[in-house]
């Protein structure tokens, strides 16, 4: 029987870590389902989903355990109850850099159930000011009893006092 393993990892960023991850995955006959890395401040982090039979699984958590230079968390996946009436959008910010900005927009998302399920940020120069400005994208899901109207107009209010453009398409 199969078991699923997420691994969250992180370590100094060098060649090969993607490729000694998933060899051993491979050396147990496992899956690779689905991954995210990436690089930052020269760290390489992610987390993956893999799979692989019952009876090699405690290997397999000493295997990736054993990588060296790199940190490893091992957690079986959790059921989540998927809303399937949930409306999937993207959202774009972007607006001069400033301290808290994710944390009033995540709250305002909070507010009205919106759940993030994928999130990139980054502050880097304006393309005609070169001023340091903060853009982000995310993917978030809409339970289907939240109104649009009042959600923009939360987001509305946390762009006009934090001199943001935040878009939902």
């Known amino acids: 029987m199969q078991k699923e393993l997420v691994v969250t990892f992180v370590g100094d960023d060098r060649p090969g870590i993607v490729q000694e991850m998933s060899q051993r995955v ?7 389902l689905e991954s995210q890395m990436t690089r930052l401040a020269g ?7 893999v799979s692989v039979d019952e009876t090699v699984f405690a290997g397999l958590v000493e295997d990736m355990q054993s990588i060296p230079g790199i940190s490893v968390l091992l957690e079986a996946p959790t059921d989540a109850a998927e809303d399937f009436q949930a409306l999937s959008f993207v959202l774009n910010i972007i607006g001069p850099d400033r301290p808290g900005i994710l944390s009033e927009v995540s709250g305002a998302l909070l ?4 759940n993030v399920v994928e999130l990139e940020t980054r502050v880097g120069p304006a393309p005609m000011t070169g001023d340091q400005t ?19 107009d939360q987001l509305n209010e946390v762009a006009d006092a934090l001199a943001l453009d935040i878009r939902v398409d």
Request: aromatic residues 10%.
């Open 26 to 32: 491979t050396a147990r006959d496992g899956n690779w």
């Open 43 to 49: 760290k390489f982090a992610g987390v993956a989903r």
């Open 111 to 114: 507010a009205k159930g919106v």
């Open 134 to 152: 903060f853009f982000a994208e995310a993917s978030i899901l809409v339970p289907a009893t939240v109104s649009m109207a009042l959600l923009q």
